[in-house]
């Protein structure tokens, strides 16, 4: 299975800061790469695909990136309903496996 | 719009089986693969497995076969989770999910509400 390694595991950032989240896949996964946001006691939400593209609704204040098997998760100005906790995915082959998530906090 | 309803919460006794429903609405049942994943506090997202609505052929996470069946019944538009030999391990919320009608296979556009399964005696 393919190994999504995330961090960091929390982050506490104050408004308006530029919030970065990486995670690292154990092998080549090419750009099948998502992003999630997860809210308390609600479902995952899809905000990033194909390691770049925003999924619909999705503010633009988000952006994915990847350099080699190293793929990143930016937010340009954090803003309070960006405050949850985000998850890598791979769909580059079976069985899909998610990052360990990052939580983000307000500072 | 896509929506998926899930069933309720289930309390269930361990060595039971239980069976979890998905209810898809807003587009074409059998043109879009259906996602089960399961969320834990410890184990984080772990994929189930996925099914074709259309043809019933199915893909498992090795470590759920035998533990997770899913099938679907194409007259309701309706995904089904069974679980059987249940042990306190497998509580947890599952959800189901899939890419959506114009969505790329892999990504999880569309998630379910999930359901709270909590195995105890």
């Known amino acids: 299975d393919i190994q999504m390694t995330q961090s960091p595991a929390s982050l506490s950032a104050s408004l308006e800061e530029i919030v970065t989240i990486t995670c690292q896949a154990s092998?080549?996964?090419?750009?099948?790469l998502a992003w999630y946001q997860q809210k308390p006691g609600k479902s995952p939400q899809l905000l990033i695909y194909?390691?770049?593209s925003l999924a619909d609704g999705v503010p633009s204040r988000f952006s994915g990136s990847r350099s080699g098997t190293q793929y990143s998760l930016k937010i340009s100005r954090l803003q309070v309903e960006d405050i949850g906790i985000y998850y890598c995915?791979?769909?580059?082959?079976?069985?899909?496996?998610f990052g360990g998530g990052t939580k983000l906090e307000l500072k | 719009q896509v929506q998926l309803q899930q069933s309720g919460a289930e309390l269930v006794k361990p060595g039971t089986s239980v069976k979890l429903s998905c209810k898809a609405s807003?587009?074409?049942?059998?043109?879009?693969?259906m996602n089960w994943i399961k969320q834990t506090t410890g184990q984080g997202l772990e994929w189930i497995g996925i099914?074709?609505?259309?043809?019933?052929?199915?893909s498992y996470n090795v470590k759920f076969k035998g533990k997770a069946t899913l099938t679907v019944d194409k007259s309701s538009s309706t995904a089904f989770m069974q679980l059987s030999s249940l042990t306190p391990e497998d509580s947890a919320v599952y959800y189901c999910?899939?890419?959506?009608?114009?969505?790329?296979?892999?990504?999880?556009?569309?998630w379910g509400q999930g359901t709270l399964v909590t195995v105890s005696s």
């Open positions: 999910a899939s890419r959506g009608e114009f969505g790329v296979e892999g990504f999880f556009a569309y």
């Open positions: 807003g587009y074409t049942f059998t043109s879009n693969h």
């Open positions: 099914i074709n609505p259309g043809s019933g052929g199915t």
């Open positions: 092998q080549n996964i090419g750009n099948w």
């Open positions: 194909g390691t770049t």
């Open positions: 995915q791979q769909a580059s082959s079976t069985p899909r496996t």
